[in-house]
């Protein structure tokens, strides 16, 4: 046995990362269910660093060292829990079982309990930067105990992708499913962060009037800014990109029916279950959704409405800079939610994350990986106990700095028939916490009314409720 670690599953993830390990100098054992990846694998690859192919389940937990460190990289689900049925029963306690995939954190919760009555270390392990991060460098979530992390940790720094200062994208982010959990957050903000892209790019398109190669250089000028980030800077490549075939700008020809593949959706489920407020990234979902339903929009196309008509010259660029605002703002907002998705989740299930690690971690190889989480990170480490981002002096004063034109963008919108459905949960999320009052009362009297559900007073303590039916005087129920 002379592998530090192993990796099972060599589908494109799974590959990249093995190789990720073995080219940091690492001496890997690879498996799969059919050996011929595997020999293909070291065959193509083998120069890179120590592979060490396993034909077998027996064979390829021979080959590690102890206690043994076994990556499984399948898909999430049903072929999760088998690889674990048929490795578990060869391994011994002590051994370490990583599940790199998009699992969700209940499975990786339930797992971790299953195992650790057999001695054995279940770490549920969030994975971002797709294939490019997983060889060059991905940003880690990891979950599980303290002592995997003693162990599995200085592997998982050496591979991760590191910030500029230097610092590895990965910490112990908590016990049993805080990684995945933390990982689906991330999710969750990526699909916003992606909506809102879309939102501004939707924008300058009809109402500026730009066409995509002159948005594509406008990202690219926003890159420089305060909104410089993986996602800002890969869609200026999209949108410069042309279809050989047509000569068409690439964006016109790809069909505009987005898809998922599930963890944004969890996200909202989780939060709604939690109940945390992450309307932006709900919105985000749902528009996905929306631009899916290719018979109910074709039997939508006709209703009224206005059609956008672009503007020109100055006032159009002076327009593209108030969109920067507004996505520069929503963006805030975005972030705002799923950090305060992630306390909850932490709270709820006792996992003491650190919010300012997590958005540490998420400074590099990951695909939400953004300048501004450094601004994060000084906010949570300055203030542990930050009770929202927009409670921090620098958001709120740069939130504030960019309202109107956060406004004046989402009027426009309305009034062109443009749909921004992030911007504007964003928006009206951030005028909910502003509100001295809430028209929440009316709800709760509603009801009251119809099913004398009892609500509070602001002026005295205790739940009243009004006997409407009768002659309307109130009686306190508790
Ligand atoms: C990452 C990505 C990765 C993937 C997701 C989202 O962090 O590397 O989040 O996990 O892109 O599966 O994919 P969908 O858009 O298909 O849900």
Same mark, same amino acid.
């Given at each position: 046995?002379?592998?530090?670690?192993?990796?099972?599953?060599?589908?494109?993830?799974?590959?990249?990362?093995?190789?990720?390990?073995?080219?940091?100098?690492?001496?890997?054992?690879?498996?799969?269910?059919?050996?011929?990846?595997?020999?293909?694998?070291?065959?193509?690859?083998?120069?890179?660093?120590?592979?060490?192919?396993?034909?077998?389940?027996?064979?390829?937990?021979?080959?590690?060292?102890?206690?043994?460190?076994? %990556?499984?990289?399948?898909? /999430?689900?049903?072929?999760?829990?088998?690889? %674990?049925?048929?490795?578990?029963?060869?391994?011994?306690?002590?051994?370490?079982?990583?599940?790199?995939?998009?699992?969700?954190?209940?499975?990786?919760?339930?797992?971790?309990?299953?195992?650790?009555?057999?001695?054995?270390?279940?770490?549920?392990?969030?994975?971002?930067?797709?294939?490019?991060?997983? *060889?060059?460098?991905?940003?880690?979530?990891?979950?599980?105990?303290?002592?995997?992390?003693?162990?599995?940790?200085?592997?998982?720094?050496?591979?991760?992708?590191?910030?500029?200062?230097?610092?590895?994208?990965? @910490?112990?982010?908590?016990?049993?499913?805080?990684?995945?959990?933390?990982?689906?957050?991330?999710?969750?903000?990526?699909? $916003?962060?992606?909506?809102?892209? /879309?939102?501004?790019?939707?924008?300058?398109?009809?109402?500026?009037?730009? =066409?995509?190669?002159? %948005?594509?250089?406008?990202?690219?000028?926003?890159?420089?800014?305060?909104?410089?980030?993986?996602?800002?800077? %890969?869609?200026?490549?999209?949108?410069?990109?042309?279809?050989?075939?047509?000569?068409?700008?690439?964006?016109?020809?790809?069909?505009?029916?987005?898809?998922?593949?599930?963890?944004?959706?969890?996200?909202?489920?989780?939060?709604?279950?939690?109940?945390?407020?992450?309307?932006?990234?709900?919105?985000?979902?749902?528009?996905?959704?929306? =631009?899916?339903?290719?018979?109910?929009?074709?039997?939508? /196309?006709?209703?009224?409405?206005?059609?956008?008509?672009?503007?020109?010259?100055?006032?159009?660029?002076?327009?593209?800079?108030?969109?920067?605002?507004?996505?520069? $703002?929503?963006?805030?907002?975005?972030?705002?939610?799923?950090?305060?998705?992630?306390? $909850?989740?932490?709270?709820?299930?006792?996992?003491?994350?650190?919010?300012?690690?997590?958005?540490?971690?998420?400074?590099?190889?990951?695909?939400?990986?953004?300048?501004?989480?450094?601004?994060?990170?000084?906010?949570?480490?300055?203030?542990?106990? *930050?009770?929202? *981002?927009?409670?921090?002096?620098?958001?709120?004063?740069?939130?504030?700095?960019?309202?109107?034109?956060?406004? /004046?963008?989402?009027?426009? $919108?309305?009034?062109?028939?443009?749909?921004?459905?992030?911007?504007?949960?964003?928006?009206?999320?951030?005028?909910? *916490?502003?509100?001295?009052?809430?028209?929440?009362?009316?709800?709760?009297?509603?009801?009251?009314?119809?099913?004398?559900?009892?609500?509070?007073?602001?002026?005295?303590?205790?739940?009243?409720?009004?006997?409407?039916?009768?002659?309307? @005087?109130?009686?306190?129920?508790?």
């Amino acid at each position: 046995s002379t592998a530090q670690i192993g990796v099972t599953g060599l589908a494109v993830m799974g590959s990249n990362l093995a190789r990720n390990f073995a080219r940091n100098g690492f001496t890997v054992a690879v498996h799969n269910r059919t050996a011929a990846k595997t020999k293909a694998l070291v065959e193509e690859f083998g120069h890179e660093g120590a592979f060490v192919p396993a034909e077998t389940a027996r064979e390829f937990v021979a080959a590690l060292e102890r206690p043994r460190r076994l %990556i499984i990289m399948v898909k /999430a689900g049903e072929p999760t829990d088998a690889v %674990i049925r048929e490795f578990a029963p060869l391994l011994e306690p002590g051994d370490v079982i990583i599940d790199g995939g998009n699992a969700h954190f209940e499975d990786t919760r339930r797992r971790e309990r299953e195992l650790r009555e057999q001695g054995i270390h279940f770490v549920g392990v969030g994975i971002s930067g797709g294939e490019e991060g997983a *060889l060059l460098g991905p940003s880690i979530m990891p979950g599980g105990s303290a002592e995997s992390y003693a162990s599995l940790g200085p592997l998982l720094e050496k591979i991760s992708a590191k910030a500029a200062d230097g610092t590895p994208c990965t @910490s112990h982010v908590g016990p049993d499913g805080a990684g995945h959990f933390v990982k689906m957050v991330h999710n969750g903000i990526e699909y $916003a962060d992606m909506q809102l892209i /879309a939102e501004a790019y939707h924008l300058l398109r009809e109402v500026a009037g730009y =066409s995509p190669a002159r %948005i594509a250089q406008t990202f690219r000028t926003w890159n420089e800014g305060r909104l410089d980030s993986y996602l800002i800077e %890969i869609t200026a490549e999209v949108l410069a990109h042309t279809d050989a075939a047509t000569g068409r700008p690439y964006v016109d020809v790809v069909a505009d029916a987005a898809e998922q593949k599930g963890t944004g959706r969890w996200t909202v489920q989780i939060a709604l279950d939690l109940g945390v407020p992450v309307s932006g990234i709900a919105e985000a979902v749902f528009a996905r959704s929306v =631009s899916g339903h290719s018979a109910l929009r074709a039997a939508s /196309a006709d209703l009224a409405g206005p059609r956008p008509t672009a503007l020109s010259g100055e006032a159009a660029d002076a327009f593209a800079a108030r969109v920067e605002q507004a996505l520069y $703002a929503s963006k805030i907002v975005s972030y705002t939610q799923g950090f305060h998705q992630i306390r $909850a989740g932490s709270d709820e299930y006792g996992w003491g994350v650190d919010l300012g690690a997590v958005a540490s971690l998420w400074r590099g190889g990951c695909i939400i990986r953004a300048a501004f989480l450094d601004r994060i990170r000084a906010a949570y480490d300055a203030r542990p106990d *930050l009770p929202s *981002l927009l409670a921090d002096a620098d958001f709120a004063r740069e939130i504030g700095a960019a309202q109107d034109d956060w406004r /004046a963008v989402l009027g426009e $919108a309305v009034r062109q028939g443009i749909p921004v459905p992030a911007f504007a949960a964003s928006l009206s999320y951030y005028d909910a *916490l502003r509100a001295e009052r809430l028209p929440a009362a009316l709800t709760q009297g509603q009801r009251d009314f119809f099913g004398a559900h009892t609500y509070r007073r602001t002026d005295r303590e205790g739940s009243y409720h009004t006997l409407w039916s009768g002659d309307r @005087s109130e009686v306190r129920t508790d």
